[in-house]
Every structure is written in structure tokens, then in C-alpha cells.
């Protein structure tokens, strides 16, 4: 035992003394970080980590102890580098190679990392200053993307503080449910991203996810819904679940262990039908209804009774208990008010309690439950929406819509985090891409996230410390499962940590894009299904498809969304690697060919997965449903959904607008075509609509009893060139296919626009287009 000790000392000092030689073929050291610290120094020199060289920790500190061992477990993880744990003077009689010590007096996160020809000392006074400390030192030896067991890093010292205090990350938990073990390795994730605040949306209309032992209905009720149908001898499965409270302590255990406060949310007083579902005495008007199917805002509010009152209290009693967090949500978003105008009961409340109207009723409301946390040393904080009627003086703010209402709360003294839509809602597409999951049409590249600063211009700047920091979210109607979870949240979550972590001055989008493949690679390592959007290849087309038709050549262009990396492509039919051609101006290529291509990092890291472009003639007359515009771009609301709102398993996903099912099909060749099969998505209609919405959906009536497809040539009111009926539902499966022969007026182009309508029957499912093939004559 003692002469392996030594052998490995001194295998350890051979590659200390060894750091002035040349490195690998890999060229000069650098670290790869995310987020950037506030400071870094960089100097001339190097200093060697192998696999056995000792880590120590102070004799008796265990925070410092497990912030090590973790650091520990990623590098061996991400690069195999295997570092043991050492006491702090080592066997050998030496000083480890990198130590952590407790120095300074107690600057919050604050830590630092040093790099010297003797080690690596990373130093913090307080618990969360080492374990930040720790995640940089694990970065630091991860930066190469290279599984090696002995990795060159730079002489360097960095002195490192976060930018703001609040730094978080919504999980829609109650639409659809992650595992513990999912929210856990997402909890791991944030902490090497140094993001600190994980609030938890617990309650809604569609579930109610946290046992409440008083009242046991909440779960065993409101946590289960039965899906929608369409009409499908399939639909309609149960769905649901929910975390005892022994599951919850220990997530906030474990997340406390990496430095994360997990702040729960119970949405009050709307967004409240699964509880009224299990307690219909919690209701306005005393009627039980289902757990809602239904996305988007639904009617049923709190009753605001001294009794439901005391219920919430309780409720709250409970939660306390669990989360030892300073702050609890309360939501206080989007309560519609229809319940509490037509109540009779609701409106003597008003009258009872002196107050102006239902909003002001929604002010008493939440101030009364921000009162009872302040008893008990908490603080309440709440959307936006709790603005209205009057900001409670115990409120803080989670401004979403837009950013007044972070700059109006601050300007009143409230403490503010940042969050608004559409920029922090993760649940929107990271790229226009066909292969993106389902989500909100409202693209948010990752550009767009580490663009934005939680500094809103309109906050003065003696108003300025009430700025607590940033959150990203992620709502989860039409996000399901742990794989498209983490697809929407990373890497686009490596550029909230920047924004929030680093000094504005220091963040840089180039430098941003040159960190990213290493972090990447920390993910993939790490078993993390981080989405490639950003540098997923795209293909155009660069002259009219019956132009290619006619000549038999076919003109490609290959572009990614960052414009970064290098693109590889072939046409062969092998896959594309680091050695086939580089892409640098549009591929002329033959009809029939089939074009693969992928992006590569410098180093030959694949950054993207291979995407391919059929440019057969079947494929040059086929759209898929990303590559048919909707015909409203800018109003409505438009979705990329799933065949089935809890469906978690691949399957198409369809772009859709809710306000009118209607598609373009720009420069079809319409001269070469005798006919169209239309491949459709049978969707289910759950969708809660306010009035004001309501009135502008577009509503056709159906000629055929199960619905019509109608397309146009040249604008929505053009001319019918096809046209078929649905089938039956009970006799079909949800992704039928329809046929129409084309019949075009007399003197029409070889090429024109094509509008295509979905009229399902009244009350019927939702037409969605998979894609349209132009059938040649």
C-alpha cells in the first residue's frame, strides 16, 4: 500500500516538473468556461492534473469534502481523469496537488481559483463560495473535450462573484411530471452552471402535485386527469401522479447539498381546478369538474372565504415544513375573473370587506397569505398579475409579461426577478427546425437568451438593488418526459447562467460560441440530451423546384443558426465525417441525390447530429409541416404540437395555429401536378380560450361530415384547386392520408401558392397538415 502511495507521488511530481514541456497536439492550454467568471488572469506557463494525484479538503469540513468529491465525479465522468481525496498534507508528507481552503471573510458566493506551478488551491470563505469553486475547478479540467487521464491547464487566477443573487429555473411539474431522479440530474446541472434557485410549479388546472397529508384529496383526486379523445378507439388514457412529502425533503436535500434553493409554487387564486376537483367546497360556486384536460386559461378560481382561507393556510403550514426556503410563490396569474363577478357570495365579499372590485379582491387575497408567511419568516412572491389591484407591501415580483411590471415594483420598493415572455419561456422552440419537439412557435434561439440583460433600462438606478436576478422557464403543456426536458433546457440554459453569473462587460457572443463546444461535450459526457438547434444544418433550395425538375440539377445552400463551426456534407450515401468536403458555396448536385451534412467543431467534435435533404422527385414535390408556413404568422397563438398531449414517445409534431388551421405551400410546381396526398395529424381540442380570443378564431363550416381539406392557389380566397373529405375517426388511426385530384383554371403558372384549409366538423378534432406530396402527372 505505501509503495503504491509513492509510486503515484511521484508519477505526480514527474508530471509537475514535466509542465514546461510541449503539450499535446492539441496546442495551447486554455480553459473553457460557463459561466465566465468576473475575473480571470492568465499567465505564461502550465500545470499538469493526472489521474491519482491527491485532492485535499480542511481536516472536519464536510462541505468542503463533498463539494471536492463532486468535482471529483464529474471530471472522472466527463474525461476519465480520476483524482482521489486526500488529507490535506497527503501520505507522501507533500501538500496535495489541488487543495481547497477556507480564506476571506465571508463574500456570499464568492471564491478563488488559483493555478501555480506547485497546484491549484481554490479558496472560499463561505459554503457556497467552495462549491462554486469546486464547479469551475471541474470546468477547468474538462475545457478539451478529450478523454484523457492527464490534462494540461494554464497558470491562472480567477476571482469570481456572481453578478446577481437570484439565478433560477422553473419546472412545470404539475402539467407533466419528471421523476425525482430526473429533477435531480437537472439539480446537478444547474449547480455546474452555478444557477441557484429552483422553483417548482406544483399546482394547476391539469394536477395537483404535492401530497398535503390534511387533505389527502388534493392526490388522490386532483392529481389525475383522463386524456382528450378525437374520436380514436386509443385516446383517452389516464394520466397523473404526485411527490410525497418524503420525496420532496429529499430533493430539497439534495439540491441544498449542491448549493440550490428549491422555492415551490402553489398557484392561487386561479389555476385552481384540481383542487376544486378534490374540494369542491374550495370553489366559487360549488360544482365539482374534472382535473382539466384543457391547456391555456381555465375559469376556475379559490373562493375567498374565511374558510378557504384557512384551507390555504394549511396547505401553506404544510409546504413550510417541507421547503425551508425564504421565498414561497403564490402565482396570482392569469385568475379570470368570471367566476367571481357571477358569484353572488363573492360579491358580498367585496362589499364586506370595503374593496373596490375583483382585482382589489385578488390584491386582499394574496396579501392575506403574504401576511401569514411573514409571520412564519417567509416571503411571498408572485407573478406579475399581483400588480394589479394593488402591490400587497409583502410581495415580490416575477415580472413575465414583458418588464414593466418589474420596473412599476421596483419603483415601489419591491424586490423584482426577471422573467418575461417570450424571451426566459424555454417552452419555445429553439429553432424553426422540422425535427424540433413540440412547444410554442415563439422561436427563442439561444442568441436570444445570452442577448438579454436583467437589468431593465426603466429601473432607476437607486432602484436598482431591488433587481434579485433572473429566471428561465419551463412550462410543460406540451413538454413531456425527461429526454424533451432536457432538449429545451440545455444548452440554452449554459447562456442563462451567463447572464447571469458574469459582468455585463465581460459577456461576449463570439467567445460565448467558442466555450460552447466544450460544454457541450461536459453534457454528452454527462448523458445529457442537450438539443444540437443551434448548429443543426439547414437546407434551401436555390431555384424553383419545376426548374430542377425540368433540368434534372438540382442548387442546395447549407447554413446553420449560429453561424459557427464547419459544416461537412456528402452525397454519397456515407455519413458525413471531419474528412468529407466542406461546405463553402450552394452544392450543385443532381436531381435524385440525397445530401447528408453535419457540423464540426475545430477539433472535429461533432456539434450537430446528421441531417439529410432527399432531392429525389418525390422529395423536391413533398413538404413537411415545418417547411409549409402558417398562413397567420404574427396573431393568434401558434403551437408545434404532439399527436397527444401526454404522448412522451417520438412522433410527428405539427405546427398549428389556433385561430385558423390554415397552411401556404410557397412556389409549388402546380404545372406538373395531377393530384396532392395530404398526410394529416388528428389533434384534440383543449385548448381554454378567453373570450377576447374566442372571438378571433376563424370559423368555417365543414361540407363533408367528418371535415374538409381545401386548398387554393394563390391566396386564401383564390380559386378551389382540390379538395377531400376526412375519414371517419372510429375507422381511422390519428395520422390519416387523403388524396385530391388537381384541377387548375385555364392559363395557370407552372409555379404559384398554395393556401390549405383544415375545416374539421363543429365541435370536431384539430386538422393538423404532416406534409403534402405533389403527385406528377
Same mark, same amino acid.
Given at each position: 500500500?505505501?509503495?503504491?502511495?509513492?509510486?503515484? %507521488?511521484?508519477?505526480?511530481?514527474?508530471?509537475?516538473?514535466?509542465?514546461?514541456?510541449?503539450?499535446?497536439?492539441?496546442?495551447?492550454?486554455?480553459?473553457?468556461?460557463?459561466?465566465?467568471?468576473?475575473?480571470?488572469?492568465?499567465?505564461?506557463?502550465?500545470? =499538469?492534473?493526472?489521474?491519482?494525484?491527491?485532492?485535499?479538503?480542511?481536516?472536519?469540513?464536510?462541505?468542503?469534502?463533498?463539494?471536492?468529491?463532486?468535482?471529483?465525479?464529474?471530471?472522472?465522468?466527463?474525461?476519465?481523469?480520476?483524482?482521489?481525496?486526500?488529507?490535506?498534507?497527503?501520505?507522501?508528507?507533500?501538500?496535495?496537488?489541488?487543495?481547497?481552503?477556507?480564506?476571506?471573510?465571508?463574500?456570499?458566493?464568492?471564491?478563488?481559483?488559483?493555478?501555480?506551478?506547485?497546484?491549484?488551491?481554490?479558496?472560499?470563505?463561505?459554503?457556497?463560495?467552495?462549491?462554486?469553486?469546486?464547479?469551475?475547478?471541474?470546468?477547468?479540467?474538462?475545457?478539451?473535450?478529450?478523454?484523457?487521464?492527464?490534462?494540461?491547464?494554464?497558470?491562472?487566477?480567477?476571482?469570481?462573484?456572481?453578478?446577481?443573487?437570484?439565478?433560477?429555473?422553473?419546472?412545470?411539474?404539475?402539467?407533466?411530471?419528471?421523476?425525482?431522479?430526473?429533477?435531480?440530474?437537472?439539480?446537478?446541472?444547474?449547480?455546474?452552471?452555478?444557477?441557484?434557485?429552483?422553483?417548482?410549479?406544483?399546482?394547476?388546472?391539469?394536477?395537483?402535485?404535492?401530497?398535503?397529508?390534511?387533505?389527502?384529496?388534493?392526490?388522490?383526486?386532483?392529481?389525475?386527469?383522463?386524456?382528450?379523445?378525437?374520436?380514436?378507439?386509443?385516446?383517452?388514457?389516464?394520466?397523473?401522479?404526485?411527490?410525497?412529502?418524503?420525496?420532496?425533503?429529499?430533493?430539497?436535500?439534495?439540491? %441544498?447539498?449542491?448549493?440550490?434553493?428549491?422555492?415551490?409554487?402553489?398557484?392561487?387564486?386561479?389555476?385552481?381546478?384540481?383542487?376544486?376537483?378534490?374540494?369542491?367546497?374550495?370553489?366559487?360556486?360549488?360544482?365539482?369538474?374534472?382535473?382539466?384536460?384543457?391547456?391555456?386559461?381555465?375559469?376556475?378560481?379559490?373562493?375567498?372565504?374565511?374558510?378557504?382561507?384557512?384551507?390555504?393556510?394549511?396547505?401553506?403550514?404544510?409546504?413550510?415544513?417541507? #421547503?425551508?426556503?425564504?421565498?414561497?410563490?403564490?402565482?396570482?396569474?392569469?385568475?379570470?375573473?368570471?367566476?367571481?363577478?357571477?358569484?353572488?357570495?363573492?360579491?358580498?365579499?367585496?362589499?364586506?370587506?370595503?374593496?373596490?372590485?375583483?382585482?382589489?379582491?385578488?390584491?386582499? #387575497?394574496?396579501?392575506?397569505?403574504?401576511?401569514?408567511?411573514?409571520?412564519?419568516?417567509?416571503?411571498?412572491?408572485?407573478?406579475?398579475?399581483?400588480?394589479?389591484?394593488?402591490?400587497?407591501?409583502?410581495?415580490?415580483?416575477?415580472?413575465?409579461?414583458?418588464?414593466?411590471?418589474?420596473?412599476?415594483?421596483?419603483?415601489?420598493?419591491?424586490?423584482?426577478?426577471?422573467?418575461?415572455?417570450?424571451?426566459?419561456?424555454?417552452?419555445?422552440?429553439?429553432?424553426?427546425?422540422?425535427?424540433?419537439?413540440?412547444?410554442?412557435?415563439?422561436?427563442?434561439?439561444?442568441?436570444?437568451?445570452?442577448?438579454?440583460?436583467?437589468?431593465?433600462?426603466?429601473?432607476? %438606478?437607486?432602484?436598482?438593488?431591488?433587481?434579485?436576478?433572473?429566471?428561465?422557464?419551463?412550462?410543460?403543456?406540451?413538454?413531456?418526459?425527461?429526454?424533451?426536458?432536457?432538449?429545451?433546457? #440545455?444548452?440554452?440554459?449554459?447562456?442563462?447562467?451567463?447572464?447571469?453569473?458574469?459582468?455585463?462587460?465581460?459577456?461576449?457572443?463570439?467567445?460565448?460560441?467558442?466555450?460552447?463546444?466544450?460544454?457541450?461535450?461536459?453534457?454528452?459526457?454527462?448523458?445529457?440530451? %442537450?438539443?444540437?438547434?443551434?448548429?443543426?444544418?439547414?437546407?434551401?433550395?436555390?431555384?424553383?423546384?419545376?426548374?430542377?425538375?425540368?433540368?434534372?440539377?438540382?442548387?442546395?445552400?447549407?447554413?446553420?443558426?449560429?453561424?459557427?463551426?464547419?459544416?461537412?456534407?456528402?452525397?454519397?450515401?456515407?455519413?458525413?465525417?471531419?474528412?468529407?468536403?466542406?461546405?463553402?458555396?450552394?452544392?450543385?448536385?443532381?436531381?435524385?441525390?440525397?445530401?447528408?451534412?453535419?457540423?464540426?467543431?475545430?477539433?472535429?467534435?461533432?456539434?450537430?447530429?446528421?441531417?439529410?435533404?432527399?432531392?429525389?422527385?418525390?422529395?423536391?414535390?413533398?413538404?413537411?409541416?415545418?417547411?409549409?408556413?402558417?398562413?397567420?404568422?404574427?396573431?393568434?397563438?401558434?403551437?408545434?404540437?404532439?399527436?397527444?398531449?401526454?404522448?412522451?414517445?417520438?412522433?410527428?409534431?405539427?405546427?398549428?395555429?389556433?385561430?385558423?388551421?390554415?397552411?401556404?405551400?410557397?412556389?409549388?410546381?402546380?404545372?406538373?401536378?395531377?393530384?396532392?396526398?395530404?398526410?394529416?395529424?388528428?389533434?384534440?381540442?383543449?385548448?381554454?380560450?378567453?373570450?377576447?380570443?374566442?372571438?378571433?378564431?376563424?370559423?368555417?363550416?365543414?361540407?363533408?361530415?367528418?371535415?374538409?381539406?381545401?386548398?387554393?392557389?394563390?391566396?386564401?380566397?383564390?380559386?378551389?384547386?382540390?379538395?377531400?373529405?376526412?375519414?371517419?375517426?372510429?375507422?381511422?388511426?390519428?395520422?390519416?392520408?387523403?388524396?385530391?385530384?388537381?384541377?387548375?383554371?385555364?392559363?395557370?403558372?407552372?409555379?404559384?401558392?398554395?393556401?390549405?384549409?383544415?375545416?374539421?366538423?363543429?365541435?370536431?378534432?384539430?386538422?393538423?397538415?404532416?406534409?403534402?406530396?405533389?403527385?406528377? =402527372?
Amino acid at each position: 500500500m505505501i509503495r503504491r502511495i509513492l509510486l503515484r %507521488a511521484a508519477v505526480a511530481v514527474a508530471l509537475v516538473q514535466a509542465s514546461d514541456c510541449a503539450i499535446a497536439a492539441s496546442g495551447k492550454p486554455s480553459v473553457k468556461l460557463v459561466p465566465m467568471p468576473a475575473a480571470m488572469t492568465v499567465t505564461k506557463g502550465q500545470f =499538469r492534473v493526472a489521474s491519482w494525484m491527491e485532492v485535499s479538503v480542511p481536516t472536519g469540513d464536510t462541505v468542503a469534502d463533498r463539494a471536492a468529491r463532486r468535482a471529483i465525479a464529474i471530471v472522472a465522468e466527463v474525461r476519465h481523469l480520476r483524482l482521489t481525496m486526500q488529507p490535506a498534507q497527503g501520505d507522501a508528507g507533500r501538500p496535495a496537488a489541488i487543495r481547497f481552503e477556507r480564506s476571506g471573510t465571508g463574500d456570499g458566493e464568492a471564491y478563488r481559483l488559483s493555478i501555480k506551478r506547485d497546484g491549484i488551491v481554490v479558496s472560499a470563505a463561505s459554503d457556497a463560495g467552495l462549491r462554486n469553486g469546486a464547479m469551475t475547478l471541474a470546468q477547468v479540467l474538462t475545457s478539451d473535450a478529450r478523454e484523457t487521464d492527464m490534462v494540461a491547464v494554464p497558470l491562472l487566477d480567477i476571482a469570481d462573484r456572481p453578478r446577481f443573487g437570484w439565478r433560477g429555473v422553473m419546472l412545470d411539474v404539475a402539467r407533466h411530471m419528471l421523476s425525482i431522479a430526473e429533477i435531480e440530474r437537472i439539480v446537478d446541472q444547474m449547480a455546474q452552471h452555478k444557477l441557484n434557485v429552483l422553483q417548482l410549479h406544483l399546482t394547476d388546472d391539469q394536477g395537483w402535485r404535492i401530497e398535503i397529508k390534511r387533505y389527502p384529496e388534493l392526490t388522490r383526486i386532483g392529481a389525475w386527469r383522463t386524456g382528450p379523445s378525437t374520436g380514436s378507439a386509443a385516446d383517452a388514457q389516464r394520466y397523473g401522479g404526485f411527490y410525497t412529502q418524503a420525496d420532496l425533503r429529499g430533493l430539497v436535500a439534495y439540491a %441544498a447539498d449542491r448549493g440550490v434553493t428549491i422555492v415551490p409554487e402553489i398557484d392561487l387564486p386561479g389555476h385552481g381546478q384540481a383542487a376544486v376537483a378534490a374540494y369542491p367546497a374550495l370553489g366559487v360556486l360549488g360544482d365539482r369538474p374534472p382535473v382539466s384536460i384543457n391547456w391555456g386559461v381555465n375559469p376556475y378560481l379559490f373562493d375567498a372565504s374565511d374558510r378557504t382561507i384557512d384551507v390555504v393556510k394549511a396547505v401553506l403550514d404544510e409546504v413550510m415544513a417541507i #421547503f425551508p426556503s425564504t421565498y414561497i410563490h403564490v402565482g396570482g396569474d392569469e385568475a379570470i375573473k368570471q367566476q367571481w363577478q357571477a358569484s353572488p357570495v363573492i360579491q358580498a365579499r367585496i362589499r364586506e370587506l370595503g374593496l373596490k372590485d375583483e382585482d382589489a379582491l385578488q390584491s386582499w #387575497f394574496i396579501d392575506t397569505l403574504g401576511r401569514y408567511l411573514a409571520e412564519h419568516q417567509r416571503r411571498l412572491i408572485g407573478w406579475d398579475e399581483i400588480l394589479e389591484g394593488g402591490l400587497p407591501p409583502s410581495a415580490s415580483v416575477m415580472s413575465w409579461r414583458g418588464e414593466a411590471g418589474a420596473v412599476a415594483a421596483a419603483a415601489q420598493g419591491h424586490d423584482v426577478v426577471l422573467s418575461p415572455s417570450p424571451t426566459m419561456y424555454l417552452n419555445n422552440l429553439e429553432s424553426a427546425s422540422g425535427d424540433e419537439p413540440p412547444g410554442r412557435l415563439e422561436v427563442q434561439p439561444l442568441s436570444a437568451i445570452y442577448r438579454y440583460d436583467p437589468m431593465p433600462a426603466g429601473i432607476a %438606478a437607486d432602484r436598482a438593488q431591488h433587481v434579485l436576478g433572473v429566471q428561465a422557464n419551463l412550462w410543460s403543456e406540451h413538454i413531456v418526459g425527461p429526454a424533451r426536458t432536457e432538449a429545451a433546457l #440545455f444548452p440554452r440554459l449554459s447562456a442563462l447562467a451567463e447572464i447571469g453569473w458574469s459582468p455585463k462587460a465581460a459577456r461576449d457572443w463570439p467567445g460565448f460560441l467558442d466555450r460552447l463546444p466544450a460544454q457541450r461535450w461536459r453534457y454528452a459526457q454527462q448523458g445529457i440530451a %442537450a438539443a444540437d438547434s443551434a448548429y443543426a444544418v439547414t437546407f434551401a433550395l436555390a431555384d424553383p423546384v419545376a426548374t430542377m425538375l425540368q433540368t434534372g440539377k438540382a442548387r442546395v445552400a447549407l447554413a446553420n443558426q449560429v453561424d459557427a463551426g464547419v459544416i461537412h456534407y456528402s452525397a454519397d450515401g456515407r455519413a458525413p465525417t471531419v474528412r468529407s468536403p466542406i461546405y463553402r458555396k450552394p452544392l450543385a448536385l443532381r436531381v435524385g441525390a440525397t445530401v447528408q451534412a453535419r457540423t464540426f467543431a475545430a477539433d472535429g467534435q461533432p456539434l450537430s447530429a446528421i441531417r439529410s435533404f432527399d432531392l429525389s422527385e418525390a422529395g423536391l414535390l413533398t413538404r413537411d409541416n415545418s417547411r409549409l408556413p402558417l398562413c397567420l404568422q404574427t396573431a393568434g397563438i401558434r403551437l408545434r404540437l404532439a399527436g397527444m398531449p401526454d404522448q412522451e414517445a417520438a412522433a410527428p409534431a405539427y405546427n398549428v395555429n389556433l385561430f385558423d388551421t390554415c397552411w401556404r405551400y410557397d412556389a409549388a410546381p402546380v404545372g406538373v401536378a395531377k393530384a396532392m396526398t395530404v398526410r394529416l395529424g388528428r389533434l384534440p381540442p383543449i385548448f381554454a380560450l378567453r373570450a377576447d380570443q374566442q372571438v378571433r378564431v376563424v370559423k368555417r363550416l365543414s361540407p363533408a361530415r367528418f371535415g374538409t381539406l381545401i386548398a387554393r392557389m394563390g391566396t386564401c380566397e383564390g380559386p378551389v384547386v382540390a379538395s377531400a373529405a376526412m375519414p371517419d375517426p372510429a375507422a381511422s388511426d390519428n395520422r390519416p392520408s387523403v388524396t385530391a385530384a388537381m384541377l387548375l383554371p385555364p392559363g395557370a403558372p407552372m409555379t404559384a401558392d398554395l393556401c390549405l384549409i383544415t375545416i374539421p366538423p363543429e365541435g370536431g378534432p384539430i386538422y393538423a397538415l404532416e406534409s403534402v406530396r405533389l403527385i406528377r =402527372r
